[in-house]
């Protein structure tokens, strides 16, 4: 019943997942309590389609999830030198998709809070402590651990008007104060307002509103259904995501910062026009299902959110994306 759930879910508008999710957290108290539990192995990416994740071991350190109290989560952290602790986490918590170590004495933990967002969570297992948490759509770790790729929180369930998609970066060697450029100390604004913007962004800007947005000007992911919203160079060097506005879709590619720039470069191929696979409204039509790096060029797969079915395959030359206008 839960898969059923999620896939549901996954077909489903953003703004509609926070009842759907109230559905799946019950679904999982009610029959997934005698699950084995699943372990997640070293360097391992996030898949949001696989089963929770309750275990993450390693040549350094062992990540148990333990419910308590009720319903509320705690991490029992073993590591190679000290004794076993306890790390409570956040009691919105109510369902736990994924657990890694990360970047130096780092490890995060993905999962979903009853309103209907995915939350991040960052902690210390060497100090046993929560470093940071902060509430998104779509969460993806890059290959080595450093980034997670995430669409900005809004509230969907009490959001009348259109919402704007909004994709930021989160860099994990960063402290916390590092990835909050545009909130301020609240912790309501600490938990929406993580990551630095890579699109849609205008020059100057530091953030824009994301709900209150006009149908013509509002930007959303083209992930298909559950597959994934961002798709990684296996370097983690670059990131591409598909995205739709005014019924025009667009592919947006990431160059993330590194010795020669430090913020993240983006620009923008716009899939409009004779030979290309979509023009004007058609786009509307299409989901991003799968996107692979191949040296110079990527290879990007669409399907038809019509019939599930009309396979589209499209390469673009990495030099035909120009920089994002938004």
Not at 81 to 100: K, M
Request: a negative charge.
């Amino acid at each position: 019943m839960l898969k059923w759930i999620v896939a549901f879910a996954a077909a489903r508008p953003l703004r509609s997942v926070a009842l759907i999710w109230i559905f799946a957290c019950a679904a999982v108290r009610a029959g997934d309590d005698d699950a084995t539990p699943i372990r997640i192995e070293p360097n391992a990416p996030y898949d949001p389609q696989a089963p929770a994740a309750m275990t993450y071991g390693d040549a350094n350190v062992d990540l148990k999830l333990t419910p308590w109290n009720g319903h509320r989560y705690r991490l029992l952290v073993k590591d190679r030198i000290s004794a076993a602790e306890l790390i409570d986490l956040p009691e919105e918590l109510e369902r736990i998709d994924f657990i890694r170590r990360v970047v130096g004495s780092k490890a995060v933990v993905f999962g979903a809070t009853i309103g209907g967002a995915q939350e991040v969570v960052v902690l210390d297992w060497i100090q046993h402590k929560l470093l940071d948490k902060f509430w998104c759509y779509a969460p993806t770790l890059s290959p080595d651990g450093r980034y997670v790729a995430f669409i900005k929180f809004y509230p969907a369930h009490i959001v009348e008007s259109t919402s704007d998609s909004q994709y930021r970066i989160y860099d994990l060697r960063q402290n916390t104060a590092d990835n909050r450029l545009d909130a301020d100390r609240s912790d309501f604004d600490l938990a929406m307002k993580a990551g630095t913007v890579m699109y849609p962004l205008k020059a100057g800007e530091v953030d824009r509103p994301e709900t209150q947005v006009t149908d013509a000007n509002a930007h959303h992911s083209a992930a298909f259904g559950a597959d994934p919203a961002f798709f990684w160079a296996p370097d983690a060097s670059m990131l591409a995501f598909g995205d739709t506005q005014g019924g025009a879709m667009s592919l947006v590619l990431v160059t993330l910062p590194g010795k020669t720039q430090a913020t993240p470069n983006t620009r923008v191929f716009k899939l409009a026009g004779s030979d290309n696979i979509a023009a004007g409204s058609a786009a509307e039509d299409l989901g991003l299902t799968a996107l692979a790096f191949d040296g110079a060029q990527i290879h990007a797969t669409f399907v038809s959110q019509r019939d599930n079915r009309g396979t589209t395959r499209l390469t673009v030359r990495l030099d035909q994306f120009k920089a994002a206008a938004h």
